[in-house]
């Protein structure tokens, strides 16, 4: 700076920032909230919330692993046992899902093919067009003509009427 400066405009800054002076004895209470905040609520749900993320650490639990144990299915369920009838209806709702997922996969793997091989695709996709092609067949044979409301009863019976085609057919085949 020049030496005819005002040094009153440009004053230096002050080494550290002053402490202010407490005129009153009377504690804040912004920091008397905070500390009751923090001890009455925030401590307990915190050692709480610990406690038991330190539980589930111990106990993993995966739920799309979730593994179902079989039931017998609906022809194997004696008369008049509704439990037996609802978890052959629940296991058989599972069985869909779990088939319409394979039916999915299988119909995304032929896709990703199409595009990967692009104008060959009729010869290098083949086999995934089979394989899609047996999946959904199969499917088609299970729950085919059911509609939305297909229930495992409705299942059982067509599945008997297959059964009974297929026997026919047979046995004219023989003759």
């Given at each position: 700076?020049?030496?005819?400066?005002?040094?009153?405009?440009?004053?230096?800054?002050?080494?550290?920032?002053?402490?202010?002076?407490r005129?009153?004895?009377?504690?804040?209470?912004?920091?008397?909230?905070?500390?009751?905040?923090?001890?009455?609520?925030?401590?307990?749900?915190?050692?709480?919330?610990?406690w038991?993320?330190?539980?589930?650490?111990?106990?993993?639990?995966y739920?799309?692993?979730?593994?179902?144990?079989?039931?017998?299915?609906?022809?194997?369920?004696?008369?008049?046992?509704?439990?037996?009838?609802?978890?052959?209806?629940?296991?058989?709702?599972?069985?869909?899902?779990?088939?319409?997922?394979?039916?999915?996969?299988?119909?995304?793997?032929?896709?990703?093919?199409?595009?990967?091989?692009?104008?060959?695709?009729?010869?290098?996709?083949?086999?995934?067009?089979?394989?899609?092609?047996?999946?959904?067949?199969?499917?088609?044979?299970?729950?085919?003509?059911?509609?939305?409301?297909?229930?495992?009863?409705?299942?059982?019976?067509?599945?008997?009427?297959?059964?009974?085609?297929?026997?026919?057919?047979?046995?004219?085949?023989?003759?």
């Open positions: 700076m020049s030496k005819d400066s005002d040094w009153e405009a440009y004053k230096v800054p002050p080494t550290r920032t002053p402490v202010s002076e005129t009153t004895t009377v504690p804040n209470p912004v920091t008397f909230f905070q500390t009751v905040f923090h001890y009455v609520v925030d401590a307990p749900v915190t050692f709480v919330r610990e038991i993320e330190r539980q589930q650490a111990k106990n993993k639990f739920y799309y692993h979730q593994k179902f144990r079989r039931v017998p299915d609906l022809s194997e369920c004696l008369e008049g046992d509704y439990l037996c009838f609802f978890e052959a209806e629940a296991q058989w709702r599972r069985d869909r899902l779990v088939d319409q997922e394979i039916v999915e996969i299988v119909r995304e793997r032929l896709g990703a093919c199409k595009q990967r091989e692009g104008p060959n695709q009729l010869q290098n996709c083949a086999k995934e067009a089979e394989q899609l092609a047996q999946v959904t067949k199969a499917y088609q044979d299970r729950y085919g003509d059911l509609g939305a409301h297909g229930n495992a009863r409705t299942c059982l019976m067509k599945q008997k009427q297959r059964m009974m085609e297929e026997r026919k057919a047979q046995a004219n085949a023989s003759q």
